[in-house]
């Protein structure tokens, strides 16, 4: 079945660092999501990309998707504190049937 | 409501016991999902539906595990017999509008606060 990856796991960085997470999925995808979840909350969403090669900001934040539609990423730049929280891609299947899949989330800690 | 709404906010059952978790999704929402989150880890998809029927429930670990949404807008997710490895949160999130339709792209997914779920 359809699988979405993060790499990496976890990420500190000292604040006003750049920060970026990879998302991998095992089968093409119609459309991808960003969300982000704070300690103790639940994941909001932060945008959606749907065409390949695909570049859409938000203030610091960048997001890429892949030519092939398979792959993703998120860019920050000069990190705040604010942006603390754990950053998961979504996937919706090529056929487009609805199914949402999560990776397994990237956590940012920033360090003043 | 505002949003989606999950009850209970936190559920304690004793091993064995049988526990239902309700979701009111944002009204007008066709799709429903429930998710499982476990600590340090994505959401775990579990089921979804499109209006009343479970249009994929292959994430439904066992036959333990079962949802309903019989008028297409409430959905409570059911575990029988539960174990101590049940324990996680239970996420449901819900979008609009159905994207079945053809050239109508996906929509963000809205979720609820979750419900807490330890088996002791």
């Known amino acids: ?112 | 409501g505002a949003g989606v709404s999950q009850t209970p906010s936190n559920k304690v059952t004793e091993k064995g016991k049988y526990v239902e978790l309700r979701c009111d999704p944002i009204s007008g929402h066709t799709a429903l999902y429930w998710y499982r989150q476990s600590l340090g880890q994505g959401p775990e998809f579990l089921i979804y539906f499109q209006g009343t029927g479970a249009a994929d429930d292959s994430g439904l670990p066992n036959d333990r595990f079962f949802a309903v949404r019989p008028e297409g807008s409430v959905s409570t997710l059911k575990i029988q017999r539960t174990e101590r490895g049940d324990s996680a949160v239970y996420l449901c999130a819900s979008r609009y509008p159905s994207f079945r339709t053809p050239g109508l792209r996906s929509t963000e997914a809205f979720f609820g606060q979750g419900t807490r779920l330890t088996v002791v």
């Open chain 1, 1 to 112: 079945g359809q699988q979405v990856m993060q790499i990496p796991q976890y990420q500190h960085v000292q604040e006003g660092e750049d920060f970026t997470t990879y998302c991998n999925s095992s089968t093409t995808l119609s459309n991808i999501q960003w969300y982000k979840q704070r300690p103790g909350g639940h994941p909001v969403f932060l945008i959606q990309l749907v065409k390949s090669g695909e570049v859409k900001k938000q203030k610091r934040l960048t997001f890429q998707f892949g030519e092939a539609k398979k792959n993703s990423s998120l860019h920050i730049t000069a990190t705040q504190t604010t942006d603390v929280g754990t950053y998961f891609c979504a996937g919706d299947g090529s056929s487009n049937t609805g199914k949402l899949i999560f990776g397994q989330g990237t956590t940012l800690q920033v360090k003043p």
